[in-house]
Every structure is written in C-alpha cells, then in structure tokens.
C-alpha cells in the first residue's frame, strides 16, 4: 500500500504565500504522475497541478499557471506545490495524489491510485 501524506495548509491572507508538501513511501520515481487537487464542499475534486516521470513534464489548471509551481525532490520523496499571490478562490481542501503508472488521464481525479487525507488551505482576511 502506497503511502501518501500532505502537510502545509493553513490560513493565510490574499496576496500570501504557502507551501504544500505530499510525502510519499519509497521513492517518487516510482510513480507515473504525482498532483494536487482541490475540493470545495458540494463540488467535485479538481485537478490544481501534476508532475509526471516523463522528464518531468507538468499540467497546471489555467487559473493557478504562473502562480503555481510543483517540483519534486526525489531525495526527499516529496512533491511540492509553491502557492504565490493567493486568492480566496484558492481556498479548500488539497489532496495530493498517485498514478502508478503514467497513462490517460495522467492528471485528472479518476487516473490517481492512490490518496492522502488532504490538507486545508483558507485564503482569507
């Protein structure tokens, strides 16, 4: 059973900064695509970002490109999100998830294996 955990919400201001982190078991080489998505209450889970194992070829949502950024760091097992100028709109749950084996829908809800609890991220005054 592959090990996915998230860490890095909070509440943080319009405008703020913050770092998510998913930390997942062995190494994340391992793996065909890594990304995050969000959640609202009454509303499906969306794709925000995905890293994939081919040279590291990413997919942003068009609301978050040029705000986001995800990277990995292999000796850390880690792939990072780095969330800039925060809007309300951000807010919500982020859960990082887990492709086994890069194919269709490499960033999309339905193409992840694997899940973690999720983090919660408030942008807000």
């Known amino acids: 059973q592959v090990q996915v955990a998230e860490s890095g919400g909070g509440l943080v201001q319009p405008g703020g900064s913050l770092r998510l982190s998913c930390k997942v078991s062995?190494?994340?080489?391992?793996?065909?695509?890594i990304g995050w998505f969000r959640q609202v209450s009454g509303k499906e889970r969306e794709e925000v970002a995905c890293i994939s194992d081919r040279n590291d070829i990413t997919h942003y949502d068009p609301f978050v490109r040029g705000r986001f950024t995800i990277a990995r760091d292999v000796a850390k097992n880690t792939v990072y999100l780095q969330m800039n100028s925060l809007k309300p709109e951000d807010s919500g749950n982020y859960y990082c998830?887990?492709?086994?084996?890069?194919?269709?829908?490499?960033?999309?809800?339905?193409?992840?294996?694997?899940w973690g609890f999720g983090t919660l991220v408030t942008v807000s005054y």
């Open positions: 998830g887990v492709m086994s084996v890069f194919g269709n829908d490499w960033c999309a809800p339905v193409g992840m294996d694997y």
């Open positions: 062995g190494s994340v080489l391992d793996y065909g695509a």
